[in-house]
Protein backbone atom coordinates (compact mmCIF):
# COMPACT_ATOMS: atom_id res chain seq x y z
CA UNK A 1 0.00 0.00 0.00
CA UNK A 2 1.09 3.67 -0.56
CA UNK A 3 2.45 5.13 2.23
CA UNK A 4 1.11 8.74 3.64
CA UNK A 5 4.13 10.74 2.71
CA UNK A 6 4.26 8.75 -0.62
CA UNK A 7 0.39 9.76 -1.51
CA UNK A 8 0.36 13.00 -0.13
CA UNK A 9 4.07 14.44 -1.80
CA UNK A 10 5.62 15.09 1.41
CA UNK A 11 9.43 15.37 0.76
CA UNK A 12 11.39 12.58 2.98
CA UNK A 13 14.70 14.97 3.19
CA UNK A 14 12.48 17.27 5.32
CA UNK A 15 14.07 20.37 4.05
CA UNK A 16 10.35 21.94 2.69
CA UNK A 17 8.13 20.25 5.69
CA UNK A 18 8.21 20.33 9.85
CA UNK A 19 8.95 17.82 11.57
CA UNK A 20 6.45 16.86 14.24
CA UNK A 21 6.17 19.12 17.02
CA UNK A 22 9.41 21.37 15.47
CA UNK A 23 8.98 25.20 15.51
CA UNK A 24 8.18 26.92 12.08
CA UNK A 25 10.34 30.04 11.76
CA UNK A 26 7.93 32.78 10.22
CA UNK A 27 5.28 30.89 10.93
CA UNK A 28 1.98 32.73 11.97
CA UNK A 29 0.57 32.04 15.85
CA UNK A 30 -3.35 31.30 14.92
CA UNK A 31 -4.42 32.67 18.46
CA UNK A 32 -4.21 36.18 16.65
CA UNK A 33 -6.67 35.36 14.50
CA UNK A 34 -4.49 35.77 11.61
CA UNK A 35 -4.62 33.65 8.50
CA UNK A 36 -1.11 32.17 6.40
CA UNK A 37 -0.61 30.04 4.41
CA UNK A 38 3.52 30.63 4.28
CA UNK A 39 6.02 27.43 5.31
CA UNK A 40 3.49 24.99 5.29
CA UNK A 41 4.30 21.14 5.14
CA UNK A 42 4.11 20.27 1.18
CA UNK A 43 1.46 17.86 1.59
CA UNK A 44 -0.96 20.24 2.69
CA UNK A 45 -0.38 22.40 0.07
CA UNK A 46 -3.16 20.89 -2.32
CA UNK A 47 -5.22 22.19 0.48
CA UNK A 48 -4.33 25.44 1.17
CA UNK A 49 -4.37 25.97 -2.31
CA UNK A 50 -8.02 23.96 -2.51
CA UNK A 51 -8.82 26.79 0.32
CA UNK A 52 -8.59 29.61 -1.97
CA UNK A 53 -10.52 28.49 -5.24
CA UNK A 54 -13.59 26.35 -3.95
CA UNK A 55 -17.04 27.75 -3.89
CA UNK A 56 -19.39 27.31 -1.56
CA UNK A 57 -21.34 24.90 -4.07
CA UNK A 58 -19.27 22.73 -4.20
CA UNK A 59 -18.92 22.02 -0.33
CA UNK A 60 -23.02 21.57 0.20
CA UNK A 61 -25.97 22.67 -1.35
CA UNK A 62 -26.82 23.50 2.04
CA UNK A 63 -26.02 27.41 1.86
CA UNK A 64 -26.64 30.19 4.57
CA UNK A 65 -29.89 32.66 4.42
CA UNK A 66 -29.64 35.95 3.91
CA UNK A 67 -30.17 36.58 6.87
CA UNK A 68 -30.12 34.99 10.70
CA UNK A 69 -28.91 31.76 11.62
CA UNK A 70 -26.05 31.41 14.60
CA UNK A 71 -22.59 32.12 13.35
CA UNK A 72 -20.13 29.85 14.33
CA UNK A 73 -16.61 28.17 13.27
CA UNK A 74 -15.16 24.81 13.68
CA UNK A 75 -11.53 23.85 13.27
CA UNK A 76 -10.41 21.44 10.93
CA UNK A 77 -7.08 20.32 12.53
CA UNK A 78 -4.30 18.85 10.43
CA UNK A 79 -1.15 17.22 11.92
CA UNK A 80 1.22 14.95 11.67
CA UNK A 81 1.47 11.76 13.38
CA UNK A 82 2.89 8.36 13.70
CA UNK A 83 1.35 7.02 10.98
CA UNK A 84 1.75 10.73 8.84
CA UNK A 85 -0.89 13.45 8.14
CA UNK A 86 -3.99 13.16 10.28
CA UNK A 87 -6.99 15.07 11.41
CA UNK A 88 -8.49 15.84 14.94
CA UNK A 89 -11.58 14.55 15.81
CA UNK A 90 -13.80 14.90 18.83
CA UNK A 91 -17.01 12.57 20.11
CA UNK A 92 -19.56 14.10 21.56
CA UNK A 93 -21.10 12.45 24.83
CA UNK A 94 -23.97 9.71 24.86
CA UNK A 95 -25.81 11.43 26.89
CA UNK A 96 -26.20 14.77 25.35
CA UNK A 97 -30.08 15.80 23.87
CA UNK A 98 -28.72 15.95 20.34
CA UNK A 99 -25.83 14.85 18.28
CA UNK A 100 -24.94 12.39 21.31
CA UNK A 101 -22.12 10.14 20.18
CA UNK A 102 -21.39 11.95 16.94
CA UNK A 103 -17.92 12.38 16.00
CA UNK A 104 -17.29 16.39 14.90
CA UNK A 105 -14.48 18.78 14.65
CA UNK A 106 -13.69 20.91 17.21
CA UNK A 107 -16.22 24.10 17.74
CA UNK A 108 -19.12 25.78 18.27
CA UNK A 109 -21.28 29.50 18.67
CA UNK A 110 -19.15 32.80 18.21
CA UNK A 111 -18.80 34.98 21.21
CA UNK A 112 -18.95 38.99 21.81
CA UNK A 113 -15.33 38.39 22.46
CA UNK A 114 -14.14 36.81 19.46
CA UNK A 115 -14.89 39.86 17.01
CA UNK A 116 -16.66 40.73 14.15
CA UNK A 117 -18.27 37.65 12.17
CA UNK A 118 -17.16 39.26 8.88
CA UNK A 119 -13.61 39.18 9.98
CA UNK A 120 -11.66 37.46 12.25
CA UNK A 121 -14.32 36.54 14.68
CA UNK A 122 -14.46 32.74 13.15
CA UNK A 123 -11.01 32.01 13.79
CA UNK A 124 -10.55 32.69 17.26
CA UNK A 125 -13.60 31.08 18.13
CA UNK A 126 -12.68 27.88 16.25
CA UNK A 127 -9.41 28.34 18.23
CA UNK A 128 -11.26 29.48 21.57
CA UNK A 129 -13.75 26.45 21.08
CA UNK A 130 -11.27 23.67 19.93
CA UNK A 131 -9.05 24.65 23.41
CA UNK A 132 -12.23 24.90 25.73
CA UNK A 133 -12.95 20.72 24.41
CA UNK A 134 -9.94 19.83 23.79
CA UNK A 135 -7.78 21.70 25.59
CA UNK A 136 -5.00 22.17 22.68
CA UNK A 137 -2.94 25.15 22.55
CA UNK A 138 -4.03 27.55 20.17
CA UNK A 139 -0.12 29.47 19.67
CA UNK A 140 0.51 25.91 18.44
CA UNK A 141 -1.62 26.21 15.33
CA UNK A 142 -0.97 27.84 12.11
CA UNK A 143 -4.76 28.73 10.34
CA UNK A 144 -3.81 28.27 6.76
CA UNK A 145 -7.19 29.03 5.18
CA UNK A 146 -11.06 29.62 5.44
CA UNK A 147 -13.80 28.07 3.58
CA UNK A 148 -16.99 29.65 2.87
CA UNK A 149 -20.00 29.55 5.03
CA UNK A 150 -22.14 26.73 5.35
CA UNK A 151 -25.70 25.89 6.72
CA UNK A 152 -27.00 22.80 9.06
CA UNK A 153 -30.73 23.58 8.64
CA UNK A 154 -31.31 21.39 11.50
CA UNK A 155 -29.68 23.81 14.09
CA UNK A 156 -29.42 26.88 12.32
CA UNK A 157 -25.74 27.01 12.34
CA UNK A 158 -24.14 28.87 10.18
CA UNK A 159 -20.60 27.23 10.25
CA UNK A 160 -17.01 28.61 8.91
CA UNK A 161 -14.89 25.88 9.08
CA UNK A 162 -11.44 26.87 9.37
CA UNK A 163 -8.16 25.24 8.16
CA UNK A 164 -5.29 24.78 10.77
CA UNK A 165 -2.18 23.12 10.67
CA UNK A 166 -0.65 21.96 14.24
CA UNK A 167 3.11 22.90 13.85
CA UNK A 168 3.22 22.23 17.50
CA UNK A 169 1.41 19.71 19.05
CA UNK A 170 0.63 19.81 22.64
CA UNK A 171 -1.87 16.86 24.68
CA UNK A 172 -5.29 17.00 24.28
CA UNK A 173 -8.04 15.30 25.69
CA UNK A 174 -11.82 15.41 26.48
CA UNK A 175 -12.20 18.81 28.71
CA UNK A 176 -15.37 18.42 29.97
CA UNK A 177 -16.90 14.46 29.90
CA UNK A 178 -20.43 15.55 30.79
CA UNK A 179 -19.78 17.23 27.10
CA UNK A 180 -17.20 15.60 24.78
CA UNK A 181 -16.63 11.35 25.30
CA UNK A 182 -13.26 11.34 23.48
CA UNK A 183 -10.86 13.27 21.71
CA UNK A 184 -9.19 11.39 18.93
CA UNK A 185 -6.65 11.79 16.09
CA UNK A 186 -7.57 10.14 12.47
CA UNK A 187 -4.75 9.68 9.84
CA UNK A 188 -5.85 10.80 6.28
CA UNK A 189 -4.53 7.15 4.84
CA UNK A 190 -7.55 5.80 6.93
CA UNK A 191 -9.88 8.38 5.59
CA UNK A 192 -9.41 7.75 2.03
CA UNK A 193 -8.77 3.93 1.98
CA UNK A 194 -11.92 2.79 0.44
CA UNK A 195 -12.32 -0.11 2.71
CA UNK A 196 -13.32 3.08 5.46
CA UNK A 197 -15.91 4.63 2.99
CA UNK A 198 -19.87 4.26 3.08
CA UNK A 199 -22.63 6.07 2.74
CA UNK A 200 -25.25 6.67 5.37
CA UNK A 201 -28.90 7.09 4.96
CA UNK A 202 -31.36 8.98 7.43
CA UNK A 203 -34.96 7.82 7.72
CA UNK A 204 -35.81 11.25 6.93
CA UNK A 205 -34.09 10.77 3.47
CA UNK A 206 -31.28 12.05 3.39
CA UNK A 207 -28.01 10.57 1.98
CA UNK A 208 -24.14 11.93 2.68
CA UNK A 209 -20.43 10.52 2.90
CA UNK A 210 -19.42 8.66 6.13
CA UNK A 211 -16.13 7.02 7.26
CA UNK A 212 -15.68 4.21 9.54
CA UNK A 213 -12.55 4.68 11.46
CA UNK A 214 -11.22 4.85 15.10
CA UNK A 215 -14.19 2.72 16.09
CA UNK A 216 -16.46 5.32 15.33
CA UNK A 217 -18.83 6.55 12.35
CA UNK A 218 -18.05 9.96 10.91
CA UNK A 219 -21.33 11.01 9.17
CA UNK A 220 -23.35 14.30 8.60
CA UNK A 221 -21.44 17.81 8.53
CA UNK A 222 -18.05 16.77 9.41
CA UNK A 223 -18.10 13.58 6.86
CA UNK A 224 -19.56 15.99 4.33
CA UNK A 225 -16.86 18.31 5.00
CA UNK A 226 -13.90 16.08 4.56
CA UNK A 227 -15.19 14.50 1.51
CA UNK A 228 -15.10 17.68 -0.28
CA UNK A 229 -11.85 18.33 1.16
CA UNK A 230 -10.51 15.14 0.15
CA UNK A 231 -11.94 15.84 -3.44
CA UNK A 232 -10.91 19.35 -4.37
CA UNK A 233 -7.45 18.15 -2.77
CA UNK A 234 -6.93 15.82 -5.19
CA UNK A 235 -6.52 12.83 -2.25
CA UNK A 236 -9.80 10.84 -2.85
CA UNK A 237 -9.25 7.35 -3.99
CA UNK A 238 -11.99 6.13 -5.90
CA UNK A 239 -14.53 4.17 -3.55
CA UNK A 240 -18.57 2.16 -3.34
CA UNK A 241 -20.76 4.54 -2.67
CA UNK A 242 -23.38 2.01 -2.71
CA UNK A 243 -22.22 0.82 0.54
CA UNK A 244 -24.55 1.99 3.42
CA UNK A 245 -24.93 1.99 6.41
CA UNK A 246 -28.64 2.59 7.97
CA UNK A 247 -28.99 6.01 10.52
CA UNK A 248 -31.61 5.84 13.07
CA UNK A 249 -34.34 8.75 14.47
CA UNK A 250 -31.96 9.46 17.38
CA UNK A 251 -29.40 10.35 15.05
Known sequence: MTSAREQYGEKTDGRDAAAPGAEVHGAVDGSAGVVSAERLPEWLAPVARAAGTIEPRQLSRFLPPESGGRQSAVLILFGHGARGPELLLM?????LRSH????SFPGGALDPQDGDPEGRGPVRAALREAQEETGLDPSGVQVFG???RLYIPVSGFVVTPVLGWWRR???VGAVDQAETAR???V????LTDPAHRVTTRHPSGHIGPAFL???AL???FTAGVIDRILHYSGWEIPWDSDKQVPLDWRA
Do not use: K, S
Open 91 to 95: ERAGT
Open 100 to 103: AGQP
Open 146 to 148: VLP
Open 169 to 171: PTP
Open 183 to 185: VFT
Open 187 to 190: PVAD
Open 213 to 215: VEG
Open 218 to 220: VWG
